[in-house]
């Protein structure tokens, strides 16, 4: 590549101006040049680098969607975990880094020792990973539908088969049915997938109902405990899984960042578990968590206010919006996460599109939910458009069905 292209193509803007002037163009021809491609519409990084047209608008169209799909922390990670994100970049080219002793901290919080830990890219990469670990040899998982559902479609992936109970009317899962199955199983199973609370529910399972269920399966029947949301949940019946893990029981639990961190394209997440079953994990984890990940999360951890805020913000609009929807007539699943399912008593999939084409993104499909719609709290404006997004399209429709 010759100078004048790679001029052309790594720089822009002001800076680029500058940049350009440094490089033997003269100040007026950089700023002429720059003035140019603004007027041809192209917009340029902070540092410089022109945008792709492309890259443009699918960057434009993602910034203005309300993104109520995916259940986000809608702040993104705290002030302290960007300070510490900031401060890793000089580690960026660099593989033994020093990592802000993740592992030890994560172990430190969670009272259990540093062989108790696997680090993940994301708890999605934990989940796998506990799917290649027990699933081979024509094992099964046992679980609920719908729950989240990359467990049974990893599984599904790796040839694997799937047990898979209803919710309960009341979409609660039966733990009693859980633990009939898997003990009928018992021999093929590799192990039980327990979402607590259930996305995409929002749904918990209580603390009694976890000791009911690992007292009544084989004791070495490994039990997956995905408490990706256990931070937003308040019902006093409800229990995190760790003391489990303490006793030396065959209990992984899984935890992410991603939520109520705001660090979900940081990707990093993490399983406790007994010694013992983390070797038995380590050979299919990739160990591949970035360095920016790393000492973010060990910020988050440490920010106590920025989770209360998130905490708090998400309580209020939670429970303000389904009630907002119940007032229109529309029952909500309760919920003690940062999501919560609305009954719409017809087919979410068309609805979804309407929402779309309001510049609104809401939950996928969940099987065989499909007239219940997933939302996840986004910013008090977000919610805002959701609303009125919402008034809109059922006004339309129920017209449109009248007419
Ligand atoms: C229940 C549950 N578990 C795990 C994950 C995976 O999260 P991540 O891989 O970002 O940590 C999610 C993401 O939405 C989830 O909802």
New binding site residues.
């Given amino acids: 590549m010759s100078n004048h292209v790679s001029r052309r193509h790594f720089i822009g803007g002001a800076t680029a101006a500058a940049a350009l002037g440094t490089m033997g163009i003269t100040p007026q021809a950089a700023e002429a040049r720059v003035r140019r491609a603004a007027e041809r519409g192209i917009r340029y990084l902070p540092g410089g680098a022109p945008m792709h047209r492309m890259v443009q608008s699918q960057v434009d169209e993602y910034d203005a969607l309300a993104k109520l799909s ?2 986000e922390n809608p702040f993104g990670p705290s002030e302290k975990a960007l300070e510490a994100m900031t401060y890793a970049f000089k580690y960026s080219m660099r593989y033994g880094y020093p990592d802000n002793n993740v592992q030890q901290r994560v172990a430190d919080a969670h009272e259990v020792s540093r062989d108790h830990v696997l680090m993940g890219a ?3 990469e934990i ?1 796998d990973v506990v799917g290649l670990t027990w699933l081979a040899h024509d094992k099964k998982v046992v679980g609920v539908e719908p729950s ?1 559902g990359s467990v049974y479609s990893h599984a599904t992936g790796i040839d694997a088969e799937t047990i898979l109970l209803p919710l309960e009317a009341d979409y609660r899962q039966n733990i009693q049915r859980m633990v009939d199955v898997t003990n009928r199983n018992a021999r093929d199973v590799g192990f039980v997938y327990l ?1 607590n609370p259930n ?1 995409p529910t929002g749904v918990t399972v209580t603390a009694d109902e976890i000791a009911y269920l690992l007292d009544n399966i084989p004791e070495d029947i490994p039990v997956l405990i ?1 408490e ?2 256990h931070h937003f949940v308040e019902d006093p019946a409800y229990e995190e899984s760790l003391k489990y893990v303490r006793e030396g029981r065959r209990v992984v639990i ?1 935890r ?1 960042f ?1 939520k109520i961190y705001g660090m ?1 394209a940081m990707r990093i ?1 993490f399983a406790i578990a007994p010694p013992d079953m983390i070797e038995e994990m380590r050979p299919y984890s990739t160990g591949s968590v970035n360095a920016l990940a790393r000492w973010g999360a060990v910020a988050s951890m440490e920010d106590q206010p920025a989770a209360d805020h998130m905490l708090a913000h998400n309580k209020r609009l939670r429970e303000q919006t389904i009630s907002d929807l119940e007032s229109l007539g529309y029952e909500c699943v309760p919920s003690q996460t940062n999501f919560f399912m609305v009954n719409l008593r017809q087919t979410v999939a068309p609805i979804r599109q309407a929402f779309r084409q309001r510049g609104v993104a809401v939950g996928r499909d969940f099987p065989p939910m499909l007239d219940h719609l997933r939302v996840s709290i986004g910013t008090e404006e977000e919610m805002g458009r959701f609303m009125n997004a919402f008034e809109d399209i059922m006004t339309t429709m129920s017209a449109g069905a009248g007419s």
């Fill in positions: 995916s259940n994301g708890s999605g989940l989240y979402c996305n995905d990706a949301y899984a992410t991603s979900a997440g």
